[in-house]
Structures are given as C-alpha cells and as structure tokens.
C-alpha cells in the first residue's frame, strides 16, 4: 500500500519547501501493521510506563 | 488550495505528574507563555485588552504571525493565516513544537506533559480545536445553504476523529424554538451509558446544529459572524466540533475535504437530498457505534451509512476538481483511498486516522495485559496518544516505528516556527513582529502603557494594527501579504 506524498509547497516561509519523503525510501508508513501485539517492540513499553493514574490527574477546565 | 484560507487554533492540556503538585496547570501555562515571549522572544506580548478575558500580556503574536495566548486556563496555539494545506500542517506541528521546546527549555518535562487532546475523562471538561475557512460574503450562510455542510460534517468523524475511551454525560444543552431557549431533555434525551471506545473526542459535547456561542451549546456550525477580514467580501466559516488531530495526514485530509465541499456549496455542486433528519443525535451515533456500520437516517426517510454519504460528496468532488491544482488532487486521491479502507479492517488505517491508530494500541494493550475496557489504565492510554513529548507520547512512538505517513517535514516544521506563509496577508503581520521585537524590550512590565492613559506603543488584531504616533494600518484582504506596504508605513514611523 503506497500513498503519494502531499506536493510541494511553492511558496514556501523561506525557501520552497523541500519535497516530503517518500514513505517508501524512508521506511516511514503508512505500511499495513503488524496486526499481532506489539510485544517486542518500543510501543508496548511505552504503554507499560504510563502512568495509571494520570487520567485521574489531568483535572483540566473546559475551554474554548 | 485555490481561493481559500486555512488555519487552526488548538487548546492545549497541560497534565501534571505529582501526586500533590506545589503547582497548579494554570501556573505552568503562565510560565510557558512568558519563557516563549519574554526569554526566547518568540513574539510580541499584547499591550491592550482584547476582550474581557484577555488583558495586556495574556498573550500575543509571533515571528510566524500566529498567536499563544492563554484561554480559560489552557495555552492555546492559532496558526497564522495559510493558502496551502501544507502550511496549514507545518504551522500546527510548529505551534505543538513551540510549547514542547519550552517546557523542554524550562527542564518542566519530569512535571509536566502537554496533551493535545479535547477532554478531560474525570471531569467531563472539553476544549477545543477550532478550523477557520475563509469563504466569500455571498456563501448561502442559510440553513438550507449548509445542509450539505452539515451532513457532511456530521459524517467526516469516520477519518477526521481521534477516539476516545468511554463517553461524557449528558451535555446541559439549549435549543432554540421559535424565539425561546428550551432545555434540549424537555423533548426526552436519555442519559447514554459509558462507552468502551468512541471515534471521536467531541461528538458527545455537540448539542446544537446551528448556533453562535462557543462555550456552551456548542454547534456543528457556529454561527458567530467574525471574519477577521473585510466584512462586505469574506465570511470566517469557524468549526468548532472536530478533534484535534496528532496525524499530519488527518489534519490535512480534514481541512482539505471540508474546503473542497465549502467550495461545492459555493459553486452550486453540492449532493442533493442528504440532509440528516436528526443530525446532533446522528454525530453522537456515528461516534458512538461500536460495529462501526455508521449508519444514519436521512430526512428522505432513507438510512445511509457515513461511508456511502461520504462517497457521494467525493464524487461531485472529483467531477468538479481533479486536476485544479496538485493539493486538491492529492486530497482527493487521500479521501478515496481513506473511504475505501474504511469498508475494511480499520487496522488498514492505523497511521492514518487517529481512533483507528489508538484503538489499535489500545487493543493491543488489553490482548497483552489481560484488561478489560472499564480499566482506568485505559483512559490513561487515551491521554498519552496526544502527549507531545516525542519521548513519551503514543503516536510519536507510532512515528517512531515507521508506521505513519508525513506530509510535511521537520524541516518545514522548524521553518514554520519561526517564519509566516508568504503568500497571506500574515507574512506582512509578521514583518510588523520582528520589527517590533528589535525595536521594544523584552518585558510586558516595560511596554504597558503609561498612567497617563497613553496608546499603548503598538495594537496589534488579526486585520488591523496601529504603532503608536501613526495611522492605524488595515489588513482586510487575507490574501494579500502587504509587505512592501508594511515596510513603507514602519519605516516611518517615529519611534
């Protein structure tokens, strides 16, 4: 599964915007997931090193 | 993409790691905001109230001519004015990375976390991410006129939401019959019971089709009559009802379908007869459906699913627009191919869309760990996919691994903190900025006005700005950068 890129922007803050990478050349996705768990890989150890309490900390007040 | 401006204020949480914090989130943004504008001078601080809630140095414009301001407690981020999908993206990603640098630069990061993200699980608090599209004054700004806008935001949450665990209670809403305000429970609304997993953030909090207030009754159309621009051509179409996206392929693919069906109701080209029959009810049961079969009931008495609404909209699209320029084909290749996979597994999307990216890890996790779906473990996930500490945060560690698409890059990123889009009338602001910044002192303290009751030294609003001893100076046109006339104006000014 490939997705082209967004094209390149011309007008650009300084320069003209470089191309994206392409997903293929820099092994960025959007691949198909490895639809197993991610046991061995950084993600689940992201997950186990959250905090399990920090939703209970949050304690944000509504916006807008 | 032709004809339009694009931008995007983001509301920011701020999440604090300390069982009993000597600080409260509030104190954080404060010192955020100030190292931002006072240390890194990013900006100039406002001298003057700009409304009751914003007095002098709550906030103010930067070098990129967005602005960081504080609203109702949270650092919230609005990008500056921006013609191109590509620097609308570049300019979100650079409001994030200048918070995050800042709290990095003040060492906060063992303290604090900042979470772009639209709820609070605990207290059923929400804040907003809010997209602005210019549209011309003659937009059919009519109920009859947005119908297609509606249904077609109501069904864009399939790919524009970020998920959620769980569901808000029952939003305290009024609607509007004839002439009185009713409470929306007197036509018998029941209580929904907690959820598992939503698509979007936002969904429970929209309790109103139509309306113009923001922080309470919020819409899926606000009605405020703002353009920030010359009233007699322009009309600011503001959305308050999508999620703040962590993807770069969402947030593009959310401004960019929703500017293509802006410009079909504009042109007259927009699908007929699918107008939702009860469409708050039908955002909260598109959000809430957990086969994901999407399904809504049409004023035709017709059913549809999201997915066939949003195909119907993508090809009128792709017979009026392919081919008027590169974006616009790229957001129409994106769409069909979002749309498609979405008829599938929604692992296919993971990377692209966000609920279907923390869903996937949030289902990996419970397969892992053996946890049910009622775990606060679970809510607590929820947040640290929108945390943006690149250490730490979900989707960077979804990044990290390779498993989501960008469609700008880092490069334009750290461009875009610092500098304006070129072509918009925020390239001129943002020559008034720096020349502000090499003119005035770092500290608001030293810049207010004096007792005397003096202008302040400068006034700076999105189309208009003054300095002292001169002519106010309009910027009406967005699509005008003003530059050389900026130039000429300060280098006149006496200082």
Known sequence: ?64 | MLNRIFGLETEYGLLIHEDRPDHSPTWFAHKIRDHLFQVQRRGVLDLHHRGHDEPPGNGGFLTNAGRIYLDMGHLEYASPECHSLMDVVASDRAGDLLLQRTIEALGFCDQVSLIKNNIDHETDATFGSHENYLVPRRFPFSRSGMAPLVTFLVTRQIFTGSGRVGSAPLQDAWIQMDRLLVPRSTFGTQPISELPFQISQRADYIVNDFFEWVQQNRAIVNTRDEPLADPNQYRRIHLLLGDSNMAEYATALKLGTTGLVLQLIEEGHAPQELEIDEPVEALQEISQDQERRWLVRLQSHKMMSAVDIQERFLDCAVRHYSGQDEETDWVLAQWASVLHDLRGDYQKLVGRVDWASKLWLLNCFREAEHVEWTDPMLKSLDLEYHNLNPAKGLYHGLLEEGRVPRVTTDRLIDLAMDTAPKNTRAYGRSELVRYLLSERPASVADQLPAADGLFPSYVINWSIFQVRGRAPFPMPDPFKTYLKDVRTHLDSVIV
């Open chain 1, 1 to 64: 599964m490939t997705h082209s890129m967004m094209p390149e922007r011309r007008e650009g803050p300084v320069d003209p915007m470089p191309k994206s990478p392409s997903p293929l050349d820099e092994g960025g996705g959007p691949r198909r997931p490895d639809t197993g768990s991610p046991e061995k890989d950084s993600l689940m150890k992201r997950m186990r090193k959250v905090d399990p309490k920090q939703a209970e900390r949050y304690k944000q007040r509504t916006g807008e």
